[in-house]
């Protein structure tokens, strides 16, 4: 084999709210391709088009991604393990033969964040009884973490009197993303297991162990940090869930305790009889409690994508840099750009990154203005390509600035970059399933 890429394709696959990337590295006409598949999953496909339902659609996605990579994939990557990340995997039939069409690709490594680790998650049972401080109990947190979008999606899904639309779909929205997909799960796992594989969970710092597959790239960890790097990934700026799903999903002892446990008033019956005078009270009770409910939810799905997987793939020869930060925020970013030891470093080496995938599908904070978007040094000149994967309308809200896709970010991205947008064309309508990206020296 060639001893580096001749070329990159990068394959953006439309699948709406959701990510799924496909890099195709070229190593000349008798050594053939590599390929790297990074995420599968949607929790929204876009309207219209032929093959709108996730079971047909997505099995069509994984169909041509199998023509494109000839039967091979020399790895898979989850950045974390939300729905719009994961579903593809999904072999319950929930998205047809997609994950078996993924899992007949052999892939010779499956790369997860260290948070996905199978025997971490074993001692989740346990790991409430630990400091709050350990790994173990950090993971039972994030199994926590569903457990509350599972209740969550129950309230939205029989809402009590009062709940308004917009917070009952939007409570439905995020708590269905953050619900765990256990057949997307274990499908990985049986990957990482097949005879010839390895599975690697990472962490800052780490090996990716791609390296052996792709001669002549150099893969970079940048995140997620582990605890003993830095514990800013437990909480959100200004928010702390650890009391969230410490308090409220946590050990048998703190169940009863647990008002999500008993869900909101009302839900799934009638209210109960209240006299008239008391009822402008009760409804308006009602309302908070969802409304509190939901912004639980919002920091906690935030919570998860600070356990995204962060990417550089380096490519002397061609003198190319990929970045793929999955959907990390900034607590994830700052460890890498500001407290670690080589951070002036790592800002150094992405300065001059020729591929952005946007973090995020274009969210608030995940694209941090200082430390990393002013960094970049070829958006000035246009010569900085971006990636955004998204579809607009499902979530944030506009009036509090906090919409996905966020609007002056796109305007930043039109003006300053060569955008693929995945919202621009209608690719369900024309039949066609991505858009291509390819780099030459």
């Known amino acids: 084999m060639a001893h580096t890429p001749t070329a990159i394709e990068i394959r953006q696959y439309q699948v709406g709210f959701g990510d799924c990337f496909l890099l ?11 390929h790297v598949l990074i995420d599968f999953g949607t929790s929204q496909l876009p309207k219209g088009g032929r093959r709108a339902k996730p079971a047909d659609y997505m099995a069509q996605v994984a169909a041509d991604i199998a023509k494109a990579c000839d039967g091979h994939l020399a790895a898979v990557v989850l950045t974390h393990r ?3 990340h994961i579903s593809g995997f999904a072999t319950d039939g929930s998205v047809g033969d997609a994950g078996r069409i993924i899992k007949d690709l052999r892939p010779s490594v499956v790369l997860q964040p260290w948070t996905e680790d199978p025997d971490a998650a074993r001692d989740t049972k346990s790991a409430t009884r630990d400091s709050s401080r350990s790994p173990k109990s950090f993971v039972a947190g994030l199994s926590a973490i569903r457990n509350v979008a599972r209740m ?37 796992i049986d990957m990482g297991k097949a005879r010839g594989a390895t599975a690697v ?29 830095s514990e ?6 200004k928010t702390d869930p650890d009391q969230f799903w410490f308090s409220l999903a946590g050990p048998p002892s703190t169940r009863d305790r647990n008002p999500l446990g008993k869900g909101i008033g009302g839900t799934g019956g009638p209210s109960p009889r209240v006299p008239i005078q008391g009822r402008w009270f009760r409804d308006r009770l009602d309302r908070m409690r969802g409304q509190q409910l939901l912004e639980i939810v919002r920091t906690l799905d935030d919570q998860m ?19 793929f930060p999955g959907d990390a925020q900034i607590e994830n970013w700052s460890y890498a750009l500001q407290d670690a030891a080589d951070a002036a470093k790592t800002r150094e080496r992405l300065a001059d990154v020729d591929v952005y995938k946007v973090g995020h599908h274009g969210s608030l904070n995940a694209t941090p203005r200082q430390l990393l978007w ?13 990636l955004l994967s998204t579809l607009p309308g499902k979530h944030g809200h506009k009036q509090n600035h906090t919409e996905v896709p966020r609007g002056p970010l796109v305007e930043a991205l039109e003006a300053q970059t060569k955008l693929l947008n995945t919202n621009d064309r209608n690719f369900t309508a024309t039949g066609k399933l991505y858009q291509l990206l390819r780099l030459e020296a």
Not at 374 to 386: A, D, I, P, Q, V
């Open 152 to 188: 969550a999606t129950e309230i939205a899904r029989r809402p009590p009197a009062g709940m308004a639309p917009g917070l009952r779909r939007e409570l439905d929205f995020i708590g269905q993303t953050n619900i765990s997909n256990e057949s997307a799960v274990l499908n990985l």
């Open 82 to 84: 939300h729905l719009d």
């Open 24 to 34: 195709s590295f070229e190593y000349g006409p008798r050594t053939g391709k590599r």
């Open 374 to 386: 002013e960094g970049f040094r070829k958006r000035s000149t246009r010569r900085l390509n971006t």
């Open 201 to 229: 969970w990472a962490h800052h710092g780490s090996t990716s162990g791609l390296e052996p597959q792709l001669p002549g790239v150099k893969i970079a960890v940048l995140g997620p940090p582990d605890l003993r790097q």
């Open 232 to 237: 800013a990934i437990r909480s959100m700026r």
């Open 305 to 323: 994508n600070n356990t995204s997987l962060v990417l550089l793939f380096e490519i002397p020869g061609l003198g190319r840099k990929l970045l």
